[in-house]
T-cell receptor, first 111, second 117 residues
Framework: RKEVEQDPGPFNVPEGATVAFNCTYSNSASQSFFWYRQDCRKEPKLLMSVYSSGNEDGRFTAQLNRASQYISLLIRDSKLSDSATYLC????????????FGQGTELSVKP | ETGVTQTPRHLVMGMTNKKSLKCEQHLGHNAMYWYKQSAKKPLELMFV???????ENNSVPSRFSPECPNSSHLFLHLHTLQPEDSALYLCASSHEGLAGGPADTQYFGPGTRLTVL
């Protein structure tokens, strides 16, 4: 079983749509959770950290369910510029900076 | 953004060549990382350096040899590579991830796209 698993997509949505990405992780010792964004042929960049209580940053909302080992990212009112691959990332307890990446979910927002 | 720079951006090499990838960070971080990203596969962590000391070697073949002369510079020396080593090699840096503590944000360089013929 993959350590971090995501829907590969692609998700093709019209501008203004709401889109949700799901991610599951296999190791219950995972302690930190992130969503990174990677544009085509560019490097990954942190989009947001994910906190146990859930957190929101503008149009982006992240949720964490530790019992189900599940993370989600919701994008509301999607823009053309949201088109990218979204990477679910976890960090294990006592592993310092070691991050484990999912394979990413590709999003394409169309006019 | 010039927080983390990598050179060269593109590299084509034969299987018998020796080359080096360079990474430099200007963010005052003390942890640096090498990742490999192959098509349709997740980023794979290769090496981790904390305060110039290697703390992780993720079962990487010896044809990849990292070097960290100081906390701002990281190299990846390549020799006798195979075609399946063709990939995007990404460098990242962060403040040190303390054991038992949460990981800090990692900042990535633009990567070196490597093709092995």
């Amino acid at each position: 079983r993959k350590e971090v698993e995501q829907d590969p997509g692609p998700f093709n949505v019209p501008e203004g749509a709401t889109v949700a990405f799901n991610c599951t992780y296999s190791n219950s010792a995972s302690q930190s959770f992130f969503w990174y964004r990677q544009d085509c042929r560019k490097e990954p960049k942190l989009l947001m950290s994910v906190y146990s209580s859930g957190n929101e940053d503008g149009r982006f909302t992240a949720q964490l369910n530790r019992a189900s080992q599940y993370i989600s990212l919701l994008i509301r009112d999607s823009k053309l510029s949201d088109s990218a691959t979204y990477l679910c990332v976890v960090n294990l307890l006592n592993q310092g900076g070691k991050l484990i990446f999912g394979q990413g979910t590709e999003l394409s927002v169309k006019p | 953004e010039t927080g983390v720079t990598q050179t060269p951006r593109h590299l084509v090499m034969g299987m018998t060549n020796k080359k080096s990838l360079k990474c430099e960070q200007h963010l005052g971080h003390n942890a640096m990382y090498w990742y490999k990203q192959s098509a349709k596969k997740p980023l794979e962590l290769m090496f981790v350096y904390n305060f110039k000391e290697q703390t992780e070697n993720n079962s990487v073949p010896s044809r990849f040899s990292p070097e960290c002369p100081n906390s701002s510079h990281l190299f990846l020396h390549l020799h006798t590579l195979q075609p399946e080593d063709s990939a995007l090699y990404l460098c990242a840096s962060s403040h040190e991830g303390l054991a038992g503590g949460p990981a800090d944000t990692q900042y990535f360089g633009p990567g070196t796209r490597l093709t092995v013929l």
